[in-house]
C-alpha cells in the first residue's frame, strides 16, 4: 500500500509509457481520478498531489464533495459520469464543469437552459452503449451522430467527445469502435462547421488504460488504482 500521491506517480508512468509504445505524444492522455465513494479528505490528497480532473457518478454525492471542497474549486474540474435523471439536471447544470455521461437530447436540451449565466458553458460528452448491453446506459453507435449534432448546436454547452464503458474483459473491439465512431463523428461535425472543440475520448479504466491507449483513448478514468478499493457500504 502506498500513498495516494505514489499511486498518481504509478498511473501516470502507466500513461507515459502506453503513450510512448503507442507513438503519442507525450500529454495527449489526461487523467481523471474517479473519486466515488472516497472521502473529500482524499480528494484534497490528490489535489495537493497535483491532480486536477475528478470524476464522480454519483450526483448528491459528487455535490456535497464540491462543498467541502470549496477552498479548492478553482483548482478541481468536476466530472459527472454517471447516469444522470432529467429532474437532476439543475443541479448537475449548476455544480459540475462536465458532464459525460450524456444519452438522450432531453438531457442536454434542460443542461443547456439550466446552465448557470455565470459560468462558462458546460464541458459535455454523450456517452455510447458500446458493447449494445440492454442494461448499460449510452445511446447506440447509430444514433448518436444524429444526438452529437443536435448538442452541438446549443447555446450553453460545449461538446467534447464521446465517452464509453465496455463489457469488462472485452478486449480491444469496443475500443477500436469507439475510436472510429470518435474520428467518424468528428469528421461530420467539421464539416459543419460545428463543436471545434471535440476533441475527447474517455475511455479505459484501472484495468485497460494501456489498451485504451493504443486505441486512442485521449482521457483514462482510473479509481482503485488510486485510491485502493472502494468502500462497498457508500456504494449505491
Ligand atoms: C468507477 C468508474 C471508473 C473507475 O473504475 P476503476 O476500476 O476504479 O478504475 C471509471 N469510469 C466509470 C464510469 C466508473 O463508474
Not at 35 to 58: D, H, P, R
Not at 180 to 191: A, C, G, N
Amino acid at each position: 500500500m502506498g500513498t495516494i500521491s505514489e499511486h498518481l506517480n504509478n498511473i501516470k508512468e502507466r500513461i507515459r509509457s502506453a503513450s510512448q509504445t503507442a507513438g503519442r505524444s507525450e500529454g495527449s492522455v489526461r487523467l481523471l481520478v474517479v473519486s466515488k465513494t472516497q472521502a473529500s479528505s482524499s480528494v484534497e490528497e490528490a489535489v495537493l498531489a497535483g491532480q486536477s480532473e475528478f470524476g464522480e457518478n454519483y450526483l448528491q454525492e459528487g455535490i456535497e464533495k464540491i462543498q467541502a471542497l470549496n477552498h479548492l474549486r478553482k483548482k478541481i474540474q468536476w466530472h459527472l459520469i454517471g447516469p444522470l435523471q432529467s429532474n437532476k439536471t439543475k443541479l448537475a447544470a449548476e455544480n459540475f464543469d462536465w458532464v459525460q455521461s450524456i444519452d438522450r437530447l432531453k438531457i442536454a436540451q434542460r443542461l443547456s437552459e439550466q446552465r448557470p449565466a455565470n459560468l462558462p458553458p458546460l464541458n459535455v460528452c454523450v456517452q455510447i452503449n458500446i458493447s449494445n448491453e440492454d442494461s448499460k446506459s449510452g445511446i447506440s453507435q447509430n444514433d448518436a451522430i444524429e444526438l452529437c449534432e443536435a448538442i452541438a448546436k446549443l447555446p450553453h454547452l460545449k461538446l467534447r467527445g464521446l465517452m464509453a464503458i465496455p463489457e469488462p474483459n472485452s478486449g480491444n473491439a469496443p475500443l477500436k469502435a469507439m475510436n472510429e465512431l470518435f474520428v467518424k463523428i468528428r469528421t461530420r461535425l467539421h464539416e459543419q462547421d460545428l463543436a471545434p472543440s471535440f476533441d475527447t475520448l474517455s475511455l479505459g479504466m484501472s484495468d485497460d488504460l494501456e489498451l485504451a491507449i493504443a486505441e486512442g483513448s485521449t482521457m483514462v478514468r482510473i479509481g482503485t488504482a488510486i485510491f485502493g478499493s472502494r468502500l462497498k457500504s457508500a456504494q449505491n
